[in-house]
């Protein structure tokens, strides 16, 4: 099937949106912030080297800036939106809050998709485990530690309320 | 202009020869590049995110055939990490997790740039490359198809279906040297396999000459000189020798990366230290 590039719609955290008047060329980064109105997701390298747009598709954590927006059609697009509300926070944001894990905040919203994602696909990982996962996510500000910290806080938290 | 998404294969392929122009988009970590930073205007594209055929994995006997659609993740750590250690060593090497998710190994050899890090794995595997057709499906080696920088074999109307290779029962290793531990392009890598069934090491080089190099006349030089049927450990004067003429077979350019001169010195270490692991 052919779609048009010019109009085409996305599943965006459970929800049909529709793309009008779109460039072939454009990444689902552009599409969400500018055309649909996410702005959790963030533009820094365009590259895939910063992890700053990290989204899921079909739950995998991808960047953002490296999927042509119209290929995207058909799958479940989740954005840090979709994680919680503004108003009521989930257990990672309020870890990132509570360890300090937050500076100036760019990286944060891939930083806790992807922290999401981990959990999500292991629930105790290991020291080693959560830095891989969190590899691709560059922070400027923090020098980790306390983004590590703050994934340890959400690990135990998890842990003792299934305990 | 159009994007299409083709349900399954044999609609891809009247597509793709319907429309010789078209760009093949698999995870899109090149093409995404290429065009956020404008080197490449999209006309249309063929997406083959929703052809399922391209994600499937069969093994009958010995013999691996792997969907060129599978994401390298898949190879790291995930289902088919077991098949071979060098292309899970290789593919933890690409990128980040992010990327890993989305790039692909039919990507890869799409794109066919001598830094491609799971290129030297197939070529010292001997994979061999699938390529379809409206008129059929034809199986390249991977030493065919690979034709210079960033140009293969494919046909403007064909897709990479998958690739095949034999399961080896020997030591098999990734190396490559990069600025630094994560995200980055190498600045040479080599795959060294052992076979000892067929007495052989074979070796193949990336990111030293416009595409991957294999190095037949070392290879030969070691079984001529080495008791390849085991993997008990070989003197040092073999391995230097090995590593002297590895060294000796790589055309490394200087570019923005590093110099042709470290470059064939780096493949040169790198192949001592993949033939020390293998003996052992």
Redesign the interface.
Known sequence: MSTSPEMYSLRVNGTEQHVKDAWIGESLLYVLRERLGFMGAKGACEQGECGSCTVLINNDAVCSCLVMAASAIDTDITTVEGLATTETPNDIQQAFVTEGAVQCGFCTPGLIVAVHHLLETNSSPSEIEVKEALSGNICRCTGYGRIFSAVQLVISQREKSVS | ???????SLP?ALE?ANNHPTARL?A???D???E???RHY???D?I?L??VRELQTFEQTGEVYRVGSAIPYREFENGSYAHISQALSEAARTV?????R??GTIGGNLGTCSPAGDTLPVLSALDAQIELASVNGTRVLSIHDFMLGVKRNARASNEIITAINFSKIDGYQGYAKVGVRN??VISIASACLVHDPKNQRVAIALGAVGPTIIRCRESEAWLSDNTDLSTNSPISADITNEFARRVSAEARPITDHRSTAEYRKHAVGVLAQRLLKRAMQ
Do not use: C, D, K, Y
């Open positions: 202009m159009s994007i299409f998404s083709p349900r609609e597509i988009l995870g899109g970590t093409t995404m590049v065009i956020n930073f205007e999209p006309t594209i997406s995110r929703h990128g980040s997790p992010q990327i998710a989305a994560a995200m």
